[in-house]
């Protein structure tokens, strides 16, 4: 019986170790790495700019007294800023009510006007994409621009409603904006026209996206359409509507622009973002306040976001 030797070329071939299927790992070229902290860094700067170097500085200010005019002027003030606020600033309570009431608006009203829109419009009805559109608009507009055309809607004389009510230029004109007993609910009304369009344009997509056996399922099963889409595709839209839950909180805690282009967030319409500006902009700036203030409506904002996003993951899980 004969026995045959291995060449050594054979050997060499023998120890070498397989390939690897389906790739093997790539090293990043120069180029590859250049590219990548660019894609990385410049919106992590962007990041660091706009956003946690100003709350950096905002939180620190808030702790001093500063007129704004130079850095030496900085002195340290602890908590009296907050104290002030707290205690001796006649519109921050007021505007404390004015967040809470917007809040409890968008979540009553304006977000489920944008859900029943959006079931509305996805029933495949005619001209439907004619009525998104429409609905979609203010959405596009800035709240600034929102702001001026319901100046126009709600002018005493020569606005739209008045006009159609037929008191306008009369003694029973209404002052939409200027009664501080109405024109927050005025003011809810404009902001309602844009947050219902941009809920609707999130659940559309939600509905789009629902596997059409679940309601087939429901139908078969004796489900009524109300019972399939509150128990069947409502919870199957649990991301959206997470989504929503934050953009509402968002939406109401940094109101702003409407009430500020209507009478600079005084005379019924006081909001915690417009008391930000007043003291942080202007000639009666007040830094140490308005940063307080800014450092208040961000832990406002955050506390909920986090405490209802914490709670769903975790129940997700």
């Keep these: ?21 389906g790739g093997g790992s790539h090293k990043l070229s120069a180029g590859d790495k250049g590219v990548l902290a660019v894609m990385v860094g410049i919106p992590t700067l962007i990041q660091l700019i706009l956003v946690w170097i100003p709350m950096v500085l905002s939180i620190a200010l808030s702790f001093t007294k500063w007129n704004a005019l130079a850095l030496s002027d900085i002195k340290p003030a602890g908590l009296s800023n907050y104290d002030f606020v ?7 309570w007021p505007a404390v009510e004015h967040n809470i009431i917007w809040l409890l608006f968008l979540a009553v009203v304006a977000t489920p006007l944008g859900l029943f829109l959006a079931v509305l419009l996805d029933q495949n009805i005619r001209g439907s994409r004619f009525y998104q559109s429409v609905f979609f608009t203010p959405v596009m507009l800035s709240l600034p621009l929102i702001a001026i055309i319901w100046q126009l809607m709600y002018a005493r004389n020569e606005g739209l409603i008045n006009n159609v009510l037929g008191t306008a230029n009369g003694p029973n004109a209404v002052d939409w904006f200027g009664d501080s007993s109405i024109n927050l609910w005025a003011a809810l009304i404009a902001a309602t026209w844009r947050h219902a369009g941009y809920i609707m344009v999130l659940y559309l997509a939600g509905l789009k996206g629902i596997d059409p056996s679940l309601r087939e399922a429901a139908a078969i099963d004796g489900a009524s359409s109300g ?36 009478n600079r967030g005084t005379n019924g319409l006081e909001l915690i973002g417009a008391l930000v500006v007043q003291n942080l902009v202007g000639e009666g700036q007040v830094i140490g306040v308005g940063s307080a203030l800014a450092v208040m409506l961000l832990v406002v904002s955050l506390v909920p976001i986090t405490f209802y996003l914490a709670r769903t993951f975790r129940r997700g899980d």
């Design 1 to 21: 019986m004969s026995t045959q030797v291995a060449s050594p070329a054979a050997a060499s071939r023998a120890k070498q170790p397989a390939p690897r299927r």
């Design 86 to 92: 707290l205690n001796n600033y006649p519109p921050f």
């Design 227 to 262: 019972q399939t889409f509150f128990r069947v595709v409502f919870p199957s839209m649990r991301p959206i509507n997470i989504v929503v839950v934050v953009i509402t909180i968002i939406e109401a805690l940094r109101a702003f622009d409407i009430v500020y282009i209507i």
